[in-house]
């Protein structure tokens, strides 16, 4: 069983930094993607950035590639996340997930979940 564990989450002031990290037991990158999502109070998940097999990174939605960016190792069977210049509104839980594929921004087409990590910005 494919098992993700986040962790990097933290409470940190607007315009800070923040390093977010998942590892991934139990698989290879080998035909596989991960990406990240969030959920915010109140809203729904939306997806934040994915990279593919291939090292193909995108961004859900543009946007976020000024101030965000994943990354992965593969030795260590970790994808990150790095975000700067955080803002309140990227307020939210963040969430690992792997699926067999390409890159989708539709969280029903990933297979393996974890549990998150809370992102704070306050003002």
């Known amino acids: 069983q494919v098992q993700v564990v986040e962790s990097g989450g933290g409470s940190v002031q607007a315009g800070g930094s923040l390093r977010l990290s998942c590892s991934v037991s139990?698989?290879?990158?080998?035909?596989?993607?991960m990406g990240w999502f969030r959920q915010a109070p109140g809203k729904e998940r939306e997806g934040v950035s994915c990279?593919?097999?291939?090292?193909?990174?995108?961004y859900y939605p543009n946007s976020f590639a000024g101030r965000f960016t994943i990354s992965r190792d593969g030795a260590k069977n970790t994808l990150y996340l790095e975000m700067n210049s955080l803002k309140p509104e990227d307020t939210a839980m963040y969430y690992c997930?792997?699926?067999?594929?390409?890159?989708?921004?539709?969280?029903?087409?990933?297979?393996?979940w974890g549990q998150g990590t809370q992102v704070a910005v306050s003002s």
């Open positions: 139990r698989m290879s990158f080998d035909g596989y993607a």
């Open positions: 990279v593919n097999w291939a090292g193909v990174r995108t």
């Open positions: 997930a792997v699926r067999y594929g390409d890159c989708s921004r539709s969280e029903t087409d990933f297979d393996y």
